[in-house]
């Protein structure tokens, strides 16, 4: 019986998290009322102010009774009025948020149909010097298919665009790595591995300008959009985000994360990404070194539960 009782408190309470049913209840119950007053209510109310019980009565002194009282149920009937008005407005606030988030949702589709346009329209070309990196094993028959090879010359579109992108700033990094006593401008000494990264970061951003400066600016637009969207939830936030996050791929993500950490990146982006658990799907073995994990907050990693748990998101 113990277990019952539980598990109907539980759908109750689940029930009162919505909105719309807290918005039901509240009509049930003034319909409720309503019938209850005037199913026994005029009598409750006559005997009340007269102090006489209308059941001792004869039905004519009852009625005579009941008129001398009658001025008593109007105040009930501006109660009821100003109820009607309340529900009134609150269908018409209901009705608000709902085509406010139809118009939410048709925008954040048409960005996210817009960012995978960018990515299909990505092309990627070494003309010389081989391979950045070989290939891992997992990304075998993955993306291959997708990258024209002809002697040294490499051309990839789409998603495998990022996977070589990656590969050239994995390089620049060890390069920017083994240099000695160097500095690079606003990142400090080259034995700053959070400097080195950044810098290899911009400098390979820089050069392949055409593609991630309109891809990046893209994505941080999406998430911005989704944040500073008016009449959504922050638990439905983190829901758009993630479904946004279902679209990139490992690369594109290990990508974000080093743009994350440059001058621009750190100035606008990197609040949403640890607001929004972007790198929640992180390939770590990606990182140049498992130490740059310490390079954003726990809440970039969280998953739902994690977020769950920390009271972001609200069942």
Known sequence: MKKLIDALCDLIRFWCRSEKVRFLLAIVAVVLVWISFFWKGSEVVTEYITGVSLSKLSASDAAALRGLSGDAFGSFGALFSALSSVLFALSFYFQFK?????????????????????????????????????????????????VSRRNDFVEAKGKACFYHIFGLMKKDYKALKGAQKAVLPKHGELNDTRGIAAAAAERVTKEYGSELHHYFRNMYYVVDYIDNAEGISDTEKRFYASLFRAQLSSYEIALLF??????????????????????????????????HRSFYVEAAYWSEEEARSKGVIKN
Do not use: C, M, W
């Not at 990146?265 to 498992?290: A, H, P, Q």
């Open 98 to 146: 709902k085509d406010n988030k139809q118009k939410f949702e048709s925008n954040f589709f048409q960005l996210l149909a817009g960012h995978r346009e960018i990515v299909a329209a990505a092309v990627y070309y070494n003309d010389g010097g081989g391979e950045l990196f070989s290939d891992p094993p997992h990304a075998r028959g993955r993306i291959l298919p997708r």
């Open 258 to 291: 080093y743009n994350g950490i440059t001058e621009i990146g750190e100035e606008k982006f990197k609040r949403l990404i640890e607001r929004y658990s972007l790198l929640r799907n992180l390939d770590l073995d990606l990182l140049f070194s498992v130490e």
